[in-house]
T-cell receptor, first 115, second 118 residues
Framework: EAQVTQNPRYLITVTGKKLTVTCSQN?????MSWYRQDPGLGLRQIYY???????DKGDVPEGYKVSRKEKRNFPLILESPSPNQTSLYFC??????????????FGPGTRLTVL | AQTVTQSQPEMSVQEAETVTLSCTYD???????LFWYKQPPSRQMILVIR??????QNATENRFSVNFQKAAKSFSLKISDSQLGDTAMYFC???????????????FGGGTRLMVKP
C-alpha cells in the first residue's frame, strides 16, 4: 500500500529539548516536504526536498532543520523547540516530474505540543 | 507571493443537499493549478479535485465539482448529495506552474469546516 508514515503521531515536550519527527514514504518519490497546520492559517510549508541531498526552505523555515540522506526518509528536526512551534505537522511526497498528474500524498500528521 | 482566502470558517448542510464552499486567491501568475483537499477527523489530507488554470472547463469528480472563474480569481467547490462522510475540514490550495521546477509548493487557505447533518 502506497503511504507516507510519520512518527510519533503525538508528542509533548518541553522548551529546548531537541526532537526529531520522522517521515518515510514507500513510493520512491523524489519530492518530499513538511507543512505545519495552525488554526485559521491553513498549511504552510516549512522545508522541501527535490531529491537526495537537495533541500530548500519553504515559507516558515525558522527553527527547523531537515535532512535527506535517503530517498525514502525526510526527518524534521527541532534543535531547540519553543512554544510557538506547537502545531500539527504534515509530511508529504510526490513524484518530481509532473505536478498535476501525480497526487501529493500526505502523512497522517504529528501533533506536537511544546510546553 | 500568492494568497488563498476561504471566507467561511464553518458551514453546515443537511444530508443529501448541496453545499458550495468558496475560495478566492490572489496571484500575478497566469499559469497555475488549484486544488481542494479534504481533512476528515483522522487528519489525513485527501485530494478531492484539481483544476489547471489554462482549462476553461470546470473539473468534476463524481459528486464534487468546481466553479472556476479565472478573471475573478475564484474557485468554489460544490458538493452534491452531501453524505455524512463528507464531514471534514476542506482546504483550497494554489500551486504556480513552472515547467522545469517541480519544487513548487502548495499555498493553502485557512480552511472551511463542513458539518453534514443527518
Amino acid at each position: 500500500e502506497a503511504q507516507v508514515t510519520q512518527n510519533p503521531r503525538y508528542l509533548i515536550t518541553v522548551t529546548g529539548k531537541k526532537l526529531t519527527v520522522t517521515c518515510s514514504q514507500n513510493m520512491n518519490h523524489e519530492y518530499m516536504s513538511w507543512y505545519r497546520q495552525d488554526p485559521g492559517l491553513g498549511l504552510r510549508q516549512i522545508y522541501y526536498s527535490m531529491n537526495v541531498e537537495v533541500t530548500d526552505k519553504g515559507d516558515v523555515p525558522e527553527g527547523y532543520k531537515v535532512s535527506r540522506k535517503e530517498k525514502r526518509n525526510f526527518p524534521l528536526i527541532l534543535e531547540s523547540p519553543s512554544p510557538n512551534q506547537t502545531s500539527l505537522y504534515f509530511c508529504a511526497s510526490r513524484r518530481f516530474i509532473d505536478v498535476m498528474s501525480d497526487t501529493q500524498y500526505f502523512g497522517p500528521g504529528t501533533r506536537l505540543t511544546v510546553l | 507571493a500568492q494568497t488563498v482566502t476561504q471566507s467561511q470558517p464553518e458551514m453546515s448542510v443537511q444530508e443529501a443537499e448541496t453545499v458550495t464552499l468558496s475560495c478566492t486567491y490572489d496571484t500575478s501568475e497566469s499559469n497555475y493549478y488549484l486544488f481542494w483537499y479534504k481533512q476528515p477527523p483522522s487528519r489525513q489530507m485527501i485530494l478531492v479535485i484539481r483544476q489547471e488554470a489554462y482549462k476553461q472547463q470546470n473539473a468534476t469528480e463524481n459528486r464534487f465539482s468546481v466553479n472556476f472563474q479565472k478573471a475573478a480569481k475564484s474557485f468554489s467547490l460544490k458538493i452534491s448529495d452531501s453524505q455524512l462522510g463528507d464531514t471534514a475540514m476542506y482546504f483550497c490550495a494554489f500551486m504556480k506552474h513552472e515547467r522545469y521546477n517541480a519544487g513548487n509548493m502548495l499555498t493553502f487557505g485557512g480552511g472551511t469546516r463542513l458539518m453534514v447533518k443527518p
